[in-house]
């Protein structure tokens, strides 16, 4: 089991920045792969990001490329996300997730395919 603290949240202004932080600890090499998703007021929960360790590949979701980057440290211990040019619907609570699956053999924009999650940190963009 992977367990993952994340961390940056806050209230930022609309067009702002911020940069979450998860970091994970226990199984960590059994990881492969580790991504954001968000849930927002009375909504459902959503990807947001995705980073691959095996094959270097990110993933994201349309309503966040080009201003949202996720990374990772030099050590298989930590991603981030640099989440540029805020807006109010960006609003959220962020979860970091790890899973084992390979990037061959899952879909990383689906919350299934996760097996370890964060406690969640929160968003908030005022307009």
């Known amino acids: 089991q992977v367990q993952l603290v994340e961390s940056g949240g806050g209230l930022v202004q609309a067009g702002g920045s911020l940069r979450l932080s998860c970091a994970a600890s226990g199984r960590t090499f059994s990881s492969n792969a580790m991504g954001w998703f968000r849930q927002g007021p009375g909504k459902e929960r959503d990807f947001v990001a995705a980073?691959?360790?095996?094959?270097?590949?990110?993933y994201y979701a349309d309503s966040v490329k080009g201003r949202f980057t996720i990374s990772r440290a030099n050590a298989k211990n930590t991603v981030y996300l640099q989440m540029n040019s805020l807006k109010p619907e960006d609003t959220a609570v962020y979860y970091c997730?790890?899973?084992?699956?390979?990037?061959?053999?899952?879909?990383?924009?689906?919350?299934?395919?996760?097996?370890?999650w964060g406690l969640g940190t929160q968003v908030t963009v005022s307009s």
């Open positions: 997730a790890s899973t084992q699956v390979p990037y061959y053999s899952g879909n990383y924009y689906f919350e299934q395919t996760y097996d370890s």
């Open positions: 980073y691959s360790w095996s094959a270097g590949n990110t």
